[in-house]
């Protein structure tokens, strides 16, 4: 969430910020007056507590002179005043509940360059990289490959664990551990520390990563227990420092996060998002930076070259889209998404579909979490933290299935990933 601080000072940018989100910038001064409310009834606080004191002290002053009565009247005020602080206390929490619940709901500060837009269909396209392949021959889709070769296994996987699930067999798992490790490789290359993390986060922690009010449409809940499956390992990796301090001299703290992900997924379903395009459970490789505030724009540009990059080494063709106002999420301030070319989609006609998601939430996370450094001045402030995938497995999957598909029915492994697959440079009919 946005730091209060920062609204307090800047109620104006807030607003023109939650205009160009096509929100209503009412919200703001909403905050700003339960903030008021809140401060009044904690200043009711203290001030009652004052007379606590006082009051006591003349109770222990009345006693010591053997004025029974007056002790009585006074210790009968102290009750008073007690049940007083108790229901003002009481005001102050719920106007402090109020207060963050509403502060949640207004967005990150938007970058400047993000383009005004209503929904995703006018996100602004950057560039496009790679040769869109021609076929002189009837192309498959993933399904149909994936099901020829013996490669993915969907009618079981829907009887024994629902829609959206699917079995992956033979050269396809290997394709989906070659597709991670090829992306592991590329980040220790560059520095990248390598974690593992939980699949499940306690609401605390999760809170940092994602909006409460996602947690309804994307998240599984595990029942009678506080903990959630993860959507991505950015949500336990921003919550690594929860409550920290970091050191000036630790950062950019540069992270290669690995996990399952998982997610309801609810919405879409048309032939193109089908088979293992739009699943509840994939596998992915991320990319997590923390940073000083001043640098933090200088790394979205290398997890975006890092990103693309890995797409060009698969010769996979793509574009670059920048998201716009209508379509950006509220803990964004700029964000870009790779689109991988797929000739199956569409009625086989191709279509550029979302494989990375670049963001920089600038110190959104870092607020919800407590997350701080330290400068060598001692002065603390929030860190900016942002996150971009590497490589997910399903989806490039389904690109390399497609795109690399031969008119005899087999498929080619991009060279890239040969190191990873065991021999095999080519999927065939068993």
Known sequence: MLDLNFVRKNPDAVKASEKRRHHDPKLVAQVLDLDEQWKRELKVVEELKHKRNVVSEEINQAKKQKKEELAQKKIKEMREVAENIKKSEEKVNQLLENRTKTLKQLGNILHASVPDGKDDSENVEIKKVGEVPKFNFPIKDHIELGQELDLIDLDTAAKTSGARFYYLKNEAVLLSQALQRFAI??????????????????????????????????????????LYLIGTSEHPLVALKKDEVVEEKELPLKICGVSACFRKELGAHGRDDKGIFRVHQFNKVEQIVYCKPEDSYQFFDELQKNSEEMFKELELPFRVVQICTGDIGNKQALQYDIEAWMPGQNDKKGSYREVTSCSNCTEYQAVTLNTKFMRQNGEKEYLHILNNTALTDTRPIVAILENFQTKSGTVKIPKALWPYMNGIKEIGRK
């Open 185 to 226: 490789d590329r980040l220790l290359k560059k520095g990248y520390t390598l974690i593992q993390t939980p699949y499940m986060l306690n609401k605390a922690a999760l809170e940092g990563g994602v909006n409460l009010s996602e947690f309804q449409d994307t998240i599984y809940k595990i029942e009678n227990e506080d």
